[in-house]
């Protein structure tokens, strides 16, 4: 973890949110950082493993608030039967607000339920400003 983070800092790409877990003898971290693109570039320059068929996985953000609770969150993608495959939280808050990452089968009809039914999706601009 270090000498990923390290070198992504070394290269002027901040970390956003990360997920670390262990997948037999190796690890798998996933990462949502301020220039994707780039962080893929630089990283697999430094002789990391990126996985190939998803280095640059597109994600949903959602914020959490009070009235828009996790369970809320994954009752309206059930009901538009997106199925969530993975989910990490965003390590600084937004608003004061918690911020869930979703990794979903359907990104655009995932968003579209989930912004009809008032939940607030957050772009990746809308995480960098929490860089700044």
């Known amino acids: 973890m270090l000498k990923i983070v390290s070198c992504l800092d070394e290269s002027g790409i901040g970390v956003l949110a990360l997920s670390i877990a262990e997948a037999g003898e190796v690890g798998l971290m996933r990462l949502i950082v301020s220039d994707p693109d780039n962080a893929s570039k630089v990283l697999e320059g430094a002789d990391f493993s990126l996985a190939r068929s998803r280095r640059n996985t597109e994600v ?3 914020l959490i608030a009070d009235e828009n609770r996790i369970s809320k969150v994954t009752r309206i993608l059930a009901d538009s039967d997106v199925n969530i495959e993975y989910a990490y939280s ?3 808050p937004v608003a004061g607000r918690f911020v ?3 990794r979903v089968d359907d990104t655009m009809r995932a ?3 989930l912004t009809e039914n008032g939940i607030t999706v957050l772009s990746l601009e809308d995480l960098r400003k929490q860089l700044q």
């Open 90 to 92: 965003f390590g600084t």
């Open 111 to 113: 968003e579209k339920a």
């Open 100 to 102: 869930l990452i979703l």
């Open 60 to 62: 949903t953000a959602v």
